[in-house]
Each structure stands twice: as structure tokens, then as C-alpha cells.
């Protein structure tokens, strides 16, 4: 496992991020423990001890899983990173209470101390809340830090950069680290790479989530995946990604968001040695980022969702405008399309725009939501294909 200094700590280069852990085969949306058992323990063997949750993951059972596994091993070989989600505060949810929140939250986990603990989702929405002084949010935290309860303060960031820059300028200096989405799409579609030089004039570490976006940037089309494999065959396209990171930003931290254990181990075989991109190889990636620059930068965090009084699966509906975009396998997406029921299509938003306040993309989810329902009827539907089908049978039959 490679390693990174940060202060006195040497902290794997490779974290654990809890946000989409492994589920039973059921349906219910219930943590595989099992699972999650075991992809810790392969973890532990290959040297990582940096582990991440936050309060909404997984409907807040995230912190109780993740809490119960490491609670197999001495505790001073793990370090648990957690986040108060002072977003929520400005988007029609109920206000969460830093001392009700923080509280609930050590008890989740079964701890005493969170060695990491963020600010989380600091953005432009957000900042509303978080800059103000009459909310004491960061004075508490501060107070929690001086009393060893939390030994490391830093915050996350989904803003652009401008509103980094500002809340650096406002706050840095009470402030140890910065988690930023980075990856080489966001190095030019969210100016990640002006993120970076704004923290590191600041002298904070960076920390990276969203390295394979969701997901997004650990399969292509036959022929890219192709073209990879023939300039590295023995690894994937997510090690691709990770490898970027070891070639031009170099953070301090990389969390992945693993959800099974053969990520878990392809993981840990990419951050076993450094191998950095040459030349060529980071031309593909140009290539790749810049056949994804014209698609909408959802990553599926659902932060749109819990406010949405339709209860739509916004990151299911802009997956699909993607894909529609795209193009590909328009019939079997239709198909799905039609599979989601009345009341849960694009057609059904009703514009409120709550979406678009709690998007750490600053995706304009209604705009975006009218776009879907002008592609989806220039196509046919599944059902009008079905029909289709059916009297071209029955022709045949009478025939």
C-alpha cells in the first residue's frame, strides 16, 4: 500500500468511502454486513487505515456498518472520517443541530473520537448556512477539536471555485484539509484544477472524491476499453483513473467508493505501487473526458432527492438523459423508461427547483428534466413497440 504524510500521520493513499456499500440481493436497500466484513478485512491486510462515512449514507446506516466492522480491530489502526451535513440545512429539511448530529453520530459508529471529521457539502447553497455566525456550526466544532473529540477539522466542497476561494479566504485558517470531486473529467469540467491551486495556496491538502465519478469512468465502449487495455493491459479503466491521479494532481487522500470486494481488490492492486500515465496514455483520457464534456455531471449522491415532493429518482432520470444523449440501446431504454410507472417520468416534475439548489453539480435539474421528455417522445415507447409487434404477428398468423 502506498502511503502519504500528512502532519504525523502516514495515511494509505487509498481510502474507503462508505457512500455506496455492498447490499443484500433482496431489494430492501439492506447493507450486506458479510460483505462489508470482508472487504474491510482485505483492506486492513493491505495497509489501508483511512475510512470514510457521513451521516446520510445509505439512509444513515452507513455510520452504524462501518462503525461495527472496524470495531473488530484495535482502534488505534483505523482512522474514521464523518461529516455533519450543515447542506441540509438550506434546502427545506428540517435544521440538523450540530450537538444532536455529532452526538448521534459517535454513537452510531461506536466511537469516542472521529480522527477526521467535515464540513460537508460546503458549496454556494450551503454556504449560507455554514458562513453564518449566528449558527455557531464550526465554533462547535472547534470546541469538539479542543476537546480531542475530533483531531482533525476540514470540510468537503462541491462548489465552484470561486465560492471555495471565498470560504478559504473566510475560514481556511481554522481548517486542515479539503475534499474536492477530482478526477480527469472534473479537472475541466468543475476547473478542479483551479480548486487544487486555490488549497494549495492556502496550504491545505487536498483529499479526492468521486475519482471514477460514480462509477462512470470504470467501463466505455468496446473500443476505448481496447485501446486502453492495449497500452496497459493488466489493468481497468478504473485503475486508469487512479493512475491520473498519481500522474498530475497528486492528492494526499483517494477515497473509492467500493461495493463489492472485487473492486475492492482491483483497488488495492492499483494502490499498491505507483505507475504513473505517460504521454500517450494521458491523450486517451483527454479523448475520453472530452466525449463526456456535452453529458449532464451527475454523480448519483441523490442530495436532490430528499426534498423532492414528487419523489422522483432524479439520478435514475438524468442517468437515462445521458444515456439517451449517448445514444446506444435506445429500445431497452425505453424500455426501462416506461418499466418506472406513472408518476415517477420526467414529465412528472413539477419545476419547484429544490433539485437544483441541492445539486453539487449545480445541474438545472428541471431544464434537464424537459430535455428528457422532448427526447423520450421523438422515440417510440416500449409499449408502442410491443403493439407494433404484436400486429405484425397477427398479420403473419392470419396469413
Same mark, same amino acid.
Given at each position: 500500500m502506498l502511503f502519504n504524510q500528512f502532519q504525523d500521520l502516514q495515511l494509505s493513499a487509498l481510502g474507503f468511502g462508505t457512500m455506496r456499500l455492498p447490499l443484500l440481493s433482496d431489494d430492501s436497500g439492506t447493507i450486506d454486513q458479510e460483505e462489508l466484513d470482508r472487504m474491510v478485512d482485505?483492506?486492513?491486510?493491505a495497509g489501508v487505515n483511512y475510512f470514510d462515512t457521513a451521516h446520510p449514507y445509505h439512509g444513515g446506516k452507513s455510520e452504524g456498518a462501518i462503525g461495527k466492522s472496524l470495531a473488530r480491530y484495535p482502534r488505534e489502526s483505523w482512522y474514521l472520517?464523518? !461529516?455533519f451535513p450543515g447542506h441540509q440545512n438550506v434546502h427545506g429539511v428540517t435544521e440538523l443541530q450540530p450537538e444532536q448530529v455529532f452526538e448521534e453520530q459517535l454513537e452510531r459508529c461506536g466511537v469516542d473520537y472521529f480522527d477526521f471529521y467535515l464540513l460537508h457539502n460546503v458549496n454556494e447553497s450551503s454556504m449560507r448556512y455554514y458562513c453564518n455566525p449566528e449558527k455557531h456550526c464550526l465554533d462547535y466544532f472547534l470546541e469538539?477539536?479542543?476537546? &480531542?473529540?475530533? *483531531?482533525? #477539522? %476540514?470540510?468537503? @466542497?462541491? %462548489? &465552484?471555485?470561486d465560492? #471555495?476561494?471565498?470560504f478559504v479566504d473566510q475560514y481556511g485558517k481554522d481548517l486542515e484539509f479539503c475534499q474536492i470531486q477530482l478526477n480527469y473529467v472534473d479537472w475541466k469540467l468543475q476547473d478542479a484544477k483551479r480548486k487544487c491551486e486555490i488549497l494549495r495556496e492556502a496550504g491545505l491538502p487536498v483529499w479526492v472524491m468521486e475519482p471514477v *465519478? &460514480? %462509477?462512470? #469512468?470504470?467501463?466505455f465502449a468496446e473500443q476505448t476499453e481496447a485501446e486502453m487495455h492495449a497500452l496497459r493491459p493488466e489493468e481497468s479503466c478504473a485503475a486508469w483513473a487512479?493512475?491520473? #491521479?498519481?500522474?498530475?494532481? !497528486?492528492?494526499t487522500m483517494v477515497l473509492s467508493g467500493m461495493s463489492n470486494l472485487a473492486q475492492m481488490q482491483d483497488n488495492l492492486k492499483t494502490f499498491s505501487e505507483e505507475k504513473p500515465l505517460n504521454a500517450e496514455e494521458i491523450a486517451v483520457l483527454d479523448k475520453i473526458a472530452q466525449g463526456m464534456l456535452g453529458t449532464?455531471? @451527475?454523480? %448519483? @449522491? *441523490?442530495?436532490?432527492c430528499a426534498g423532492c415532493p414528487m419523489e422522483l429518482d432524479i439520478p435514475l432520470l438524468m442517468n437515462m438523459a445521458n444515456e439517451m444523449q449517448v445514444g446506444g440501446n435506445i429500445l431497452n431504454l425505453m424500455m426501462r423508461y416506461s418499466g418506472l410507472g406513472d408518476g415517477k417520468r420526467a414529465g412528472d416534475c413539477i419545476g419547484c427547483g429544490q433539485c437544483r439548489e441541492a445539486c453539487p453539480q449545480k445541474i438545472d435539474v428541471p431544464a434537464e428534466m424537459g430535455k428528457l421528455v422532448d427526447a423520450v417522445a421523438a422515440q417510440k415507447s416500449w409499449e408502442e413497440v410491443c403493439r407494433e409487434r404484436a400486429a405484425i404477428a397477427a398479420a403473419e398468423a392470419k396469413a
Open positions: 482485505a483492506a486492513m491486510a472520517a464523518d !461529516k469538539q477539536k479542543a476537546k &480531542g473529540r475530533i *483531531r482533525h #477539522l %476540514g470540510f468537503s @466542497c462541491h %462548489g &465552484g471555485p465560492a #471555495l476561494k471565498q *465519478r &460514480g %462509477g462512470k #469512468l470504470a467501463s487512479f493512475r491520473w #491521479l498519481q500522474t498530475v494532481p !497528486k492528492p449532464i455531471p @451527475c454523480t %448519483g @449522491c *441523490r442530495y436532490c
